[in-house]
């Protein structure tokens, strides 16, 4: 096959916009009805989530060193074993209370940095460990005394690309806030083009849920590279759990796609000043030829990736915390 042969069936997926300016677009408040929010987050709140909670991304704990999160008021400590297994359990010495995120592994065990007392994993001297789960993108923690749920023997992990065949990035950043405010704000995409005018144009929801089986927003909209220059998409919302929003690509450019947002209460339920982590997983796949070169540039990509996510989070963060805010005050119209 010659260059030319090769080349012929190829299109490019960007796109010259020439759609109105921010001020001209259709206002879609009249859409965006408070109560059909309401009643899908309501469902997605009723969803099981078996006690799981997303702790961050899977390339971050690494051999060598612990890692510790705050997970719904709970200490927790996560490392991996010399085979690289995944290890979790209360992040307080059970000796004297060092705070084990900031200890040491040897050889696969935990080895604490006040007096040297050895976890392996198991229990040991009242210390209990906790179900852990990788998932291959993200690290999942059971916590069955702060969910209050039945618990499940794994966590609801949303359907994603091929592994080998996907480029993915975690990026995490904590609101004042609580986690139905984070999934209220992705259960209201009628704001993307409004509100984030610089990645999002020409957004257009065609279909809303109806509390049926499948109960998702579906989106056409335009992803913005630069100046004029666009991706036009299809897209889905869907919300398999009470702290989990996820849009996948349906049509266009990188069908299979998926951005996973997790909401993880830092703070103990009910506290009085919630802190909620937004732990959102992108992970990326395309048939095209040349998305072999992403995956091996990877490295390079998730930062830019990251960047992305921190832009809009920065805004949506301020979205979730206003909801916050309002609701506290019994002034949330909703």
């Known amino acids: 096959m010659n260059e030319a042969e090769g080349t012929a069936g190829w299109t490019s997926p960007l796109r010259i916009r020439r759609g109105p300016r921010w001020n001209e677009q259709r206002p879609t408040w009249r859409e965006a009805k408070p109560a059909l929010i309401a009643d899908a987050l309501k469902r997605a709140s009723a969803r099981p989530s078996g006690n799981w909670f997303v702790v961050g991304a899977s390339r971050d704990v690494v051999g060598g060193r612990p890692h510790g999160r705050t997970v719904a008021g709970v ?175 349906t049509e266009g450019e990188g069908v299979g796609s998926v951005v996973e947002t997790h909401a993880t209460p830092l703070t103990a339920p009910a506290s009085a000043r919630p802190r909620t982590a937004v732990v959102e997983a992108v992970v990326a796949a395309s048939d095209r030829r040349g998305f072999a070169l992403a995956r091996a540039a990877a490295p390079l990509l998730r930062p830019l990736v990251r960047r992305t996510a921190g832009r809009l989070w920065r805004d949506d963060l301020a979205y979730a915390e206003r909801r916050w805010e309002l609701r506290g005050s019994g002034r949330f119209p909703g």
């Open 75 to 249: 200490e927790v400590v996560l490392w991996r074993t010399g085979t690289g297994a995944l290890r979790a359990g209360p992040g307080a010495c059970p000796h004297l209370g060092a705070p084990l995120r900031d200890s040491r592994v040897v050889c696969g065990t935990l080895l604490c940095h006040w007096h040297g007392l050895a976890l392996d994993g198991g229990p040991f001297a009242g210390w209990e460990p906790f179900p852990v789960h990788d998932d291959g993108v993200l690290v999942w923690v059971r916590l069955d005394g702060a969910g209050g749920e039945e618990p499940l023997e794994r966590p609801v992990v949303p359907p994603r690309p091929v592994p080998g065949g996907a480029v993915d990035a975690v990026f995490t950043a904590v609101g004042r806030c609580e986690p139905e405010d984070v999934v209220a704000n992705r259960l209201d995409p009628w704001h993307g083009s409004w509100f984030h005018p610089y990645s999002f144009v020409d957004l257009r929801v065609v279909d809303a849920p109806r509390g049926d089986a499948r109960d998702a927003f579906a989106v056409e909209v335009s992803f913005r590279v630069a100046g004029r220059l666009v991706v036009p998409v299809r897209a889905e919302f869907t919300a398999p759990g009470p702290r989990t929003v996820v849009m996948r690509i």
